[in-house]
């Protein structure tokens, strides 16, 4: 397992198109997290599924955002009627437990709304 | 609710110097975890470190320590001797065991600090 897997790397897309965003945990992790980062700050927590449960949201996840782990394995982020303050980078970061071992991230996938 | 601040933004320094990137947290919770990430150019987030509340004992690995001290809420991260490779946004960040809903653990991130080792 090479650790956490995201695609695509880079998105562009028009406002008001729908963007889809997925992640490959690795294999034997139960916690999934979705975050967003923005430039010159840190990343801010989205969303989490424990397997295929999605437990909870933040209120920074608005009704244009979308998440979902099927089976609890990859999951996707999809946002629909894209807007330019969408623009940043959308992290996802899964874990054992706790996260003992620390919240092991992907590279990200980075999205431009023009 | 909780917080960390990082209030050095960037720092420069010359290779073979230390460096101590300083990091303040706020929490209700009284057990709760600290974690530093290193953020290089690449942008995926390296874990460095995790440290629970109820350990305050000092950490060394290799060139990098770690100094927890509750009493000022304050887990502050030394580099010895920094090399080019250090250079890096390095982001502290904690995770309460109660506080956050559902029990997800969240990591809330400080701002970071840019690091830039001169060589």
């Known amino acids: 397992d090479t650790g956490v897997s995201q695609n695509p790397r880079h998105k562009i897309t028009k406002r008001g198109q729908n963007v889809t965003f997925r992640c490959d945990p690795i294999?034997?992790?139960?916690?999934l997290y979705w975050y967003r980062q923005t430039l010159g700050q840190g990343p801010e927590f989205l969303t989490y599924f424990q397997n295929e449960a999605q437990l909870e949201k933040s209120r920074l996840l608005s009704d244009r955002f979308s998440a979902e782990r099927p089976k609890g394995s990859f999951s996707t982020l999809e946002i629909q009627r894209t807007e330019q303050g969408d623009s940043a980078m959308y992290l996802c970061?899964?874990?054992?437990?706790?996260?003992?071992?620390?919240?092991?991230f992907g590279s990200g996938t980075r999205l431009t709304v023009v | 609710a909780q917080k960390v601040t990082q209030a050095q933004t960037e720092i420069s320094v010359v290779e073979k110097e230390d460096v101590t990137l300083d990091c303040v947290y706020e929490?209700?919770?009284?057990?709760?975890?600290l974690f530093w990430y290193k953020q290089p150019p690449s942008g995926e987030l390296v874990f460095l470190i995790r440290?629970?509340?109820?350990?305050?004992q000092n950490e060394i690995s290799g060139r990098y320590s770690w100094n927890f001290q509750k009493s000022t809420s304050s887990f502050n991260f030394t580099i010895t001797a920094s090399q080019v490779v250090d250079s890096a946004v390095y982001f502290c960040?904690?995770?309460?065991?109660?506080?956050?809903?559902?029990?997800?653990?969240?990591?809330?991130f400080g701002k970071g600090t840019k690091l830039s080792v001169i060589p």
């Open positions: 960040a904690l995770s309460e065991a109660q506080g956050s809903g559902a029990g997800s653990y969240q990591l809330t």
């Open positions: 440290r629970n509340s109820f350990d305050e």
């Open positions: 929490t209700r919770d009284t057990t709760y975890y």
């Open positions: 970061a899964s874990s054992l437990g706790q996260g003992r071992d620390g919240y092991t």
């Open positions: 294999s034997e992790h139960n916690r």
